[in-house]
């Protein structure tokens, strides 16, 4: 989950929100963290987004020391 702070009276701020929202469930690969839903909370302006369970994410797999990257993973 991903707390996001927005300002929803701004619209620059509604229309960056909406735009990375319609990205982000549009994108269907196996490299990338599926968007499951959105949760907004009435007390706050705060929107959050829902992702797929991951175990790991990057960085904390990067600063562990038993984990070993090989070089195709690390290379662009």
Do not use: W
Request: aromatic share 8%; charged share 25%.
């Amino acid at each position: 989950m991903k707390k996001v702070r927005f300002d929803n009276l701004e619209p620059e701020s509604v229309k960056f929100m909406a735009r990375e929202i319609l990205i982000l469930r549009r994108l269907d690969h196996p490299n990338v963290v599926k968007l499951e839903g959105l949760v907004t909370s009435r007390m706050s302006c705060s929107l959050f987004l829902v992702f797929e369970y991951m175990e790991h994410d990057l960085a904390g797999l990067a600063a562990s020391p038993t984990i070993k990257f090989t070089e195709p993973q690390v290379s662009l």
